[in-house]
Nanobody, 114 residues
Framework: QVRLVESGGGLVQPGGSLRLACEASGFIFSINAMRWYRRAPGKGRELVATIFGGGSRDYAESVKGRFTISRDNAKNTVYLQMNSLKPEDTAVYYC????????WGQGTQVTVSS
């Protein structure tokens, strides 16, 4: 079955950086598009970034120029490099498989605060 394990969250000051990782298993990772979502307190789930099997990428306007999604097919892992973090980036971050949209991990908490 599909299994997703997110890690790398934490508390960071505004302007800081974090790198999230999501280790995936249970499907053919290399051909699947992978996504990062987030859910901020009191808000709905937001799609943050997508990386397709061929490597092309797409970002939400709110994170363009600050976040970078990447993947390592040898490690079945997708990453989210987050720079210039803002308080409004505070959320639980989740990865997701485009072809298995109902499978979720536990998420990783990112808190941006001084």
């Amino acid at each position: 079955q599909v299994r997703l394990v997110e890690s790398g969250g934490g508390l960071v000051q505004p302007g800081g950086s974090l790198r999230l990782a999501c280790e995936a298993s249970g499907f053919i990772f290399s051909i699947n598009a992978m996504r990062w979502y987030r859910r901020a307190p009191g808000k709905g789930r937001e799609l943050v970034a997508t990386i397709f099997g061929g490597g092309s990428r797409d970002y939400a306007e709110s994170v363009k120029g600050r976040f970078t999604i990447s993947r390592d097919n040898a490690k079945n892992t997708v990453y989210l490099q987050m720079n210039s973090l803002k308080p409004e980036d505070t959320a639980v971050y989740y990865c997701n498989v485009f072809d298995y949209p109902n499978n979720w991990g536990q998420g990783t908490q990112v808190t941006v605060s001084s």
